[in-house]
């Protein structure tokens, strides 16, 4: 139903190693690293919890605005992303504010964990995403629609304040736990 906000949880998505080495910037080949990324995951893994909130909004090209019916925006990126669409899928994601308490418990005690526990907590959510993505893709391709890539304020021209309309409209802080601070900066960080 257009508009209906829905509450997801998933289970745990596959653990894409290299990509949290990538955001660790670390190599590949560094087996220390990567045993040191193992026991981290092992650590907070049963911690971590994979929630999603969303809903789907019809959309309407308005000449220089793109009225994506919960706001309008006049973002050039964001209108070429979405041309031929008729809806739009807003949602928002998190693995929880358990990852942040283990960041700063490492914070003096052990920077390579508190390194590695950020990467890992970036690889989650982004791995959360696309789980979610995939999911929207199968529903609409099944229904003969087809999907564009997704798009967060701060992209191109996109505003980040388009963050604070985001959240009223999904209610973030009840249906996901993730709230908004005045410099737009998410908590739990680990939220998209």
Known sequence: ???TVYTKIYSEPPLNIKEALRYAGAKND??????????????VKEKLCYKVCFAEF??????????????????????QNLINCQSVVLFAATVGLE???????????????????QA?????????CD?????????KCSQGKFTRPRFSPGYGDLPLELQREIFAVLNCPQRIGV????????????SV
């Open 1 to 3: 139903m257009i508009g």
């Open 30 to 43: 560094a087996p220390e690293v990567t045993a040191l990324l193992a026991e981290v995951f092992e650590e």
């Open 58 to 79: 019809e959309i309407k090209h308005d000449g220089e605005f793109l009225d994506l019916g919960f706001c309008k925006t006049e973002s050039k990126n964001l209108k």
């Open 99 to 117: 990852l942040d308490r283990y960041v700063v418990r490492y914070e003096k005690t052990s920077p390579s964990k508190r390194l590695l526990l």
């Open 120 to 128: 890992l907590g970036a690889e989650r959510v982004e791995s959360l």
């Open 131 to 139: 789980c979610f993505n995939s999911e929207i893709t199968a529903e």
């Open 179 to 190: 709230s908004l601070n005045e410099s737009l900066f998410m908590t739990p960080s680990k």
